[in-house]
């Protein structure tokens, strides 16, 4: 049975017109859906999709949906007035004996952060905030995981926090040179162009190569989405990482429930999207994503392991980004990196972690575990095989469980192949 979390927003005074207020229940973020859709459009941070009011409130509904409790929420929002002017959304995450607040959504979001009104980037209400967070003492760390280095966040967290993974960064295509969509073929090497042509004339023999695009809310978007997701979940086996099985669910039904919405009249489609290759009528590959405003996230992409040989993969992504110039989308993000993705693209987004220590324990989980053990173990499983990782990862999932925590790293980012 869902059980309500208990309203219990606090309100403090935050300079001298800002009003600074957590949020600690599901039904008091889903109260505050139309302000908080209308600061979206208030905000130019292109990469606060995971901070969005459908990225969020869709989590959370899978989550209640799950366990039949709502996730232990600490959303942090400014008011001017009835005005939302900035929100972090955050939840408290219980683990190895400390109690963290973690971004909204983890661990199936990407990056951390914030939106902020426009109006609010050039007053100290940030400065104050955080400064008043700092006196939470019912906490132990506040972890920003993969920060955008561009946030509002980046200046405070830093200061007064502790960062680890240095130098990470998200690979993206910048497309906003390209005027249509022969122009992404233009710019490839001239080998790249012959290697691209050889692989649609050898997919060409099985039938009529076509990109089928799917809107979220459509109930094709919906069926599609449960074969594109074995896909992913037959390639996470193979490569040593599966996915326990009620993360699958939590994150099928969010997915399921993000919808898609028609842009401005200078705006290409906003939200959860997919495509769809086809060959001969059969889906062959299949990449869902969001676009928020000219910028779209790649989330997850899969495809069908009976043609793996045949480079679908490849060939949906290099089709998805000539529908993105079509659109007038300006940056086709991969979601980070790895050497499969250094091929598709031509451009890096620095991203900043940083874990800000409210308590002793926190301190010492930040400055030890955070930045010095967790990065050695984690190379140290990259370069093990599958058959070593797999007992590894269900191990990690069975004390997560037992301990009632939820915080791997997301999977489905772990690329696409093909």
Same mark, same amino acid.
């Given at each position: 049975?869902?059980?309500?979390?208990?309203?219990?927003?606090?309100?403090?005074?935050?300079?001298? #017109? %800002?009003?600074?207020?957590?949020?600690? &229940?599901?039904?008091?973020?889903?109260?505050?859906?139309?302000?908080? $859709?209308?600061?979206?459009?208030?905000?130019?941070?292109?990469?606060?999709?995971?901070?969005?009011?459908?990225?969020?409130?869709?989590?959370?509904?899978?989550?209640?949906?799950?366990?039949?409790?709502?996730?232990?929420?600490?959303?942090?929002?400014?008011?001017?007035?009835?005005?939302?002017?900035? @929100?972090?959304?955050?939840?408290?995450?219980?683990?190895?004996?400390?109690?963290?607040?973690?971004?909204?959504?983890?661990?199936?979001?990407?990056?951390?952060?914030?939106? @902020?009104?426009?109006?609010?980037?050039?007053?100290?209400?940030?400065?104050?905030?955080?400064?008043?967070?700092?006196?939470?003492?019912? +906490?132990?760390?506040?972890?920003? #995981?993969?920060?955008?280095?561009?946030?509002?966040?980046?200046?405070?967290?830093?200061?007064?926090? %502790?960062?680890?993974?240095?130098?990470?960064?998200?690979?993206?295509?910048?497309?906003?040179? +390209?005027?249509?969509?022969?122009?992404?073929?233009?710019?490839?090497?001239?080998?790249?162009?012959?290697?691209?042509?050889?692989?649609?004339?050898?997919?060409? $023999?099985?039938?009529?190569?076509?990109?089928?695009?799917?809107?979220?809310?459509?109930?094709?978007?919906?069926?599609?989405? $449960?074969?594109?997701?074995?896909?992913?979940?037959?390639?996470?086996?193979?490569?040593?990482?599966?996915?326990?099985?009620?993360?699958?669910? $939590?994150?099928?039904?969010?997915?399921?429930?993000?919808?898609?919405?028609?842009?401005?009249?200078?705006?290409?489609?906003?939200?959860?999207?997919?495509?769809?290759?086809?060959?001969?009528?059969?889906?062959?590959?299949?990449?869902?994503? +969001?676009?928020?405003?000219?910028?779209?996230?790649?989330?997850?992409?899969?495809?069908?392991?009976?043609?793996?040989?045949?480079?679908?993969?490849? @060939?949906?992504?290099?089709?998805?980004?000539?529908?993105?110039?079509?659109?007038? %989308?300006?940056?086709?993000?991969?979601?980070?990196?790895?050497?499969?993705? &250094?091929?598709?693209?031509?451009?890096?987004?620095?991203?900043?972690?940083?874990?800000?220590?409210?308590?002793?324990?926190?301190?010492?989980?930040?400055?030890?575990?955070?930045?010095?053990?967790?990065?050695? +173990?984690?190379?140290?499983?990259?370069?093990?095989?599958?058959?070593?990782?797999?007992?590894?990862?269900?191990?990690?999932?069975? %004390?997560?469980?037992?301990?009632?925590?939820?915080?791997?790293?997301?999977?489905?980012?772990?690329?696409?192949?093909?």
């Amino acid at each position: 049975m869902h059980q309500k979390g208990k309203t219990t927003s606090t309100n403090d005074q935050v300079g001298d #017109d %800002i009003v600074a207020r957590a949020i600690t &229940s599901v039904d008091e973020l889903e109260a505050i859906a139309d302000e908080w $859709r209308d600061l979206a459009h208030r905000q130019t941070d292109p990469l606060s999709y995971f901070q969005s009011a459908d990225w969020c409130l869709s989590w959370c509904r899978a989550a209640v949906n799950a366990t039949g409790e709502e996730p232990e929420l600490h959303t942090q929002t400014l008011w001017q007035g009835d005005r939302l002017v900035c @929100i972090v959304p955050l939840m408290s995450q219980r683990k190895y004996g400390l109690n963290n607040l973690v971004a909204l959504g983890a661990p199936e979001g990407q990056y951390s952060g914030c939106m @902020i009104d426009q109006a609010m980037m050039d007053r100290t209400v940030v400065e104050e905030w955080m400064a008043g967070l700092r006196k939470q003492s019912r +906490f132990d760390c506040v972890l920003f #995981d993969d920060l955008p280095a561009s946030s509002a966040l980046v200046p405070q967290t830093q200061s007064s926090g %502790i960062t680890f993974n240095p130098e990470n960064a998200t690979m993206v295509m910048d497309l906003s040179g +390209f005027e249509k969509p022969e122009d992404v073929d233009a710019a490839m090497t001239a080998k790249s162009r012959k290697n691209q042509k050889t692989k649609m004339k050898r997919l060409a $023999r099985h039938g009529e190569v076509e990109l089928e695009v799917l809107h979220g809310g459509e109930t094709q978007y919906k069926n599609a989405l $449960r074969l594109a997701m074995e896909w992913k979940r037959s390639w996470l086996e193979d490569k040593g990482q599966p996915l326990a099985a009620d993360r699958d669910e $939590r994150l099928h039904a969010q997915l399921a429930d993000l919808p898609m919405e028609r842009g401005a009249a200078d705006q290409p489609v906003q939200g959860a999207i997919m495509f769809v290759l086809r060959v001969g009528g059969q889906s062959v590959a299949k990449e869902v994503g +969001f676009v928020q405003g000219r910028h779209y996230y790649s989330y997850l992409g899969a495809y069908d392991p009976e043609w793996a040989a045949r480079s679908v993969g490849t @060939i949906q992504i290099g089709l998805t980004r000539k529908w993105a110039v079509e659109q007038g %989308i300006h940056t086709y993000d991969f979601l980070g990196s790895s050497e499969y993705k &250094s091929h598709q693209t031509n451009h890096e987004i620095p991203l900043v972690s940083v874990a800000v220590p409210l308590s002793m324990k926190g301190h010492i989980y930040a400055a030890l575990w955070l930045r010095q053990l967790r990065p050695s +173990f984690y190379r140290v499983f990259q370069n093990m095989g599958p058959g070593l990782k797999r007992p590894i990862v269900r191990l990690r999932e069975l %004390i997560h469980s037992l301990r009632g925590s939820d915080q791997n790293k997301p999977s489905f980012q772990t690329g696409q192949g093909g």
